[in-house]
């Protein structure tokens, strides 16, 4: 009965030892630093320059090469309205609560602002 649990806890140990190294996060992944700024637009990632070889195989046969992050860095560069910010984020400054407090008092007492129809529309 003592050798059993012993060998279950030395199998829970030796499982954990070896699946530990899944959670860590991969190393040498592009993040937003790859977004550049020209002075009036972002520019995109080179996308060549993304590209990690595969380290799997299917049938004894490399798998191609992968651009990480290509598609979503290119995306979000497109989608910056101050494309300034991806290489000099301004800090955030501190909240106006009266404005925040005037708003939620609008919404208790029925005073809602409505939509400016000509720059929103409804979501209905």
């Keep these: 009965m003592n050798h059993s649990r012993l060998?279950?806890?030395a199998l829970v140990c030796a499982f954990a030892a070896t699946?530990?190294?899944c959670f860590k996060p991969p190393r040498n992944m592009p993040n937003e630093s790859v977004i550049g700024y020209?002075?009036?637009?972002?520019?995109?990632p080179d996308c060549a320059k993304?590209?990690?070889?595969s380290l799997l195989t299917d049938a004894g046969l490399r798998r191609p090469s992968m651009q990480?992050?290509?598609?979503?860095?290119t995306n979000l560069a497109a989608q910056l309205a101050h494309p300034e910010d991806a290489v000099k984020p301004q800090?955030?400054?501190?909240a106006?609560?009266?404005?925040?407090?005037?708003a939620v008092r609008r919404y208790e007492s029925?005073?809602?602002i409505p939509l400016d129809t000509t720059t929103s529309r409804d979501s209905k």
């Design 91 to 94: 800090t955030l400054g501190p």
């Design 7 to 9: 060998l279950i806890l």
């Design 110 to 112: 029925g005073r809602v």
């Design 19 to 21: 699946a530990s190294g």
């Design 68 to 73: 990480w992050g290509c598609a979503t860095y």
């Design 50 to 53: 993304l590209a990690r070889p």
């Design 96 to 102: 106006d609560a009266a404005v925040a407090a005037s």
């Design 38 to 44: 020209d002075g009036q637009s972002a520019v995109p």
